[in-house]
């Protein structure tokens, strides 16, 4: 169907990228992905992934890592390839996601930078008018960060904080992943069951020694 492009970057939350580009291949697309070196740093830590200093063992690693099917469908290019495919405007991919996104890739993007691939994608799709979504993850937040938010809000980009609800009664850190990766998979526009959808609050329960109201 669609081609996305996802960049990992250095802040923590390397399990929503996995389940991110999971998902967005299950739903038939492929995915162009690259990672910074701080990113290729931070796999390691959290998700155990050898993905060498700059990225150059990341497609070797993919089918141990995501498996081979969802491999097959994923092409990874190194942090320095600015020249590769996706960082043109003429690619007409369906959009990019910096997940999990560093304050440092943010602040950089807020700016133009366009210093590795991850950055200059997003500069790209910024000046086409193209689909672009940031999921930060820091906290507490200073005011450069929350600035360059909201720079790039103004822009037209999504920010889509790793924030998740638990309204949703979540009762693993699967479920809190996914929480998040459906709200990314809304704004891209895939169709997903990923996450549920929220139906409503229950019935509240009814206090014993009490009737229940009647329906109408
Ligand atoms: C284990 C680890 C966790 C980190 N978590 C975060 C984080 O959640 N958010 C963040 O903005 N930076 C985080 N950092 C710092 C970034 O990796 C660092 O600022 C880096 O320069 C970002 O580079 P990049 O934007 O090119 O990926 C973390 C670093 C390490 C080593």
């Keep these: 169907m669609g081609r996305f492009f996802v960049g990992i970057t250095?802040?923590?939350g390397h399990a929503y990228a996995e389940a991110l580009v999971r998902a967005l291949v299950l739903a038939g697309n492929g995915v162009d992905l690259s990672i910074t070196r701080a990113g290729?740093?931070?796999i390691q830590h959290e998700l155990g992934i050898d993905a060498g200093e700059r990225g150059e063992r990341?497609?070797?690693?993919?089918?141990g890592w995501l498996g081979e099917e969802i491999a097959q469908e994923v092409r990874v290019f190194l942090p320095e390839e600015v020249g590769a495919p996706p960082s043109s405007g003429t690619a007409l991919g369906s959009g990019a996601i910096l997940c999990p996104c560093s304050m440092g890739t943010l602040g950089r993007v807020a700016a133009g930078f366009s210093s590795n691939l991850v950055e200059r994608?997003?500069?790209v799709a910024l000046k086409e008018g193209r689909r672009l979504v940031l999921v930060p993850r820091e906290t507490p937040l200073s005011q450069i960060h929350l600035e360059n938010m909201a720079r790039l809000a103004g822009?037209?980009?999504v920010i889509l904080p790793a924030m998740p609800g638990f309204y949703h009664r979540p009762t693993s850190i699967e479920d809190l992943v996914a929480h998040v990766v459906g709200k990314i998979l809304d704004r891209v526009g895939v169709e997903h069951a990923v996450s549920s959808r929220w139906s409503g609050l229950e019935e509240p329960p009814v206090e014993p020694g009490t009737t229940p109201p009647e329906e109408d």
């Design 121 to 123: 994608v997003a500069d």
């Design 10 to 12: 250095g802040a923590s």
């Design 40 to 42: 290729a740093l931070v």
């Design 58 to 63: 990341l497609q070797a690693s993919l089918s």
């Design 155 to 157: 822009m037209g980009a």
